[in-house]
């Protein structure tokens, strides 16, 4: 009987991967499956955390070296896209100048990523909203 259940599971999960592939695409999927810089970082340099009109809330963490991003991370409690987003949006931010780092744009994520189903591109949106955030923290405590 188990042999059976093993089988139906194992052909789901595969269902459900191969329909996440169609609707998301490759990028997306693999990105989904091996999250990149998932992850908090002690004492950051710059730090936001955002809650989107859904309701996901993601945090982006990074730490600078001579001006330019040399660590980054990020946390969410979103779904798969926001996951996917943040992850992309941290990975962008490696060794960018705070003017690069202010042209990462959803439209940037979206690029990456290949796209996203209309319902879920807000997801790239909180993404660079919150980067952008992290970046102006840490401006601001440069300032002070």
Not at 49 to 54: A, I, L, Y
Not at 96 to 105: A, F, H, M, P, Q
Request: overall charge negative; charged content about 25%; proline content about 3%.
């Amino acid at each position: 009987m188990s042999g059976k259940l093993d089988d139906f599971l194992t052909n789901l999960q595969n269902e459900i991967f191969d329909d996440t592939i169609k609707t998301y695409g490759e990028t997306a999927y693999e990105r989904w499956r091996n999250p990149l810089y998932m992850k908090s970082i002690h004492n950051p340099d710059g730090y936001a955390r955002v809650t989107g009109p859904c309701g996901d809330t993601m945090e982006i963490f990074l730490k600078f070296n001579e001006g330019r991003v040399s660590d980054a991370s990020f946390q969410t409690d979103g779904c798969g896209p926001s996951q996917i987003c943040g992850s992309f949006a941290a990975e962008l931010a490696f060794g960018k100048n705070i003017d690069e780092l202010k042209e990462i744009t959803n439209q940037t994520i979206l690029n990456i990523v290949g796209g996203l189903p209309e319902e879920n591109q807000h997801c790239a949106l909180l993404a660079a909203n919150t980067l952008h955030d992290a970046v102006d923290n840490y401006l601001k405590k440069r300032l002070s």
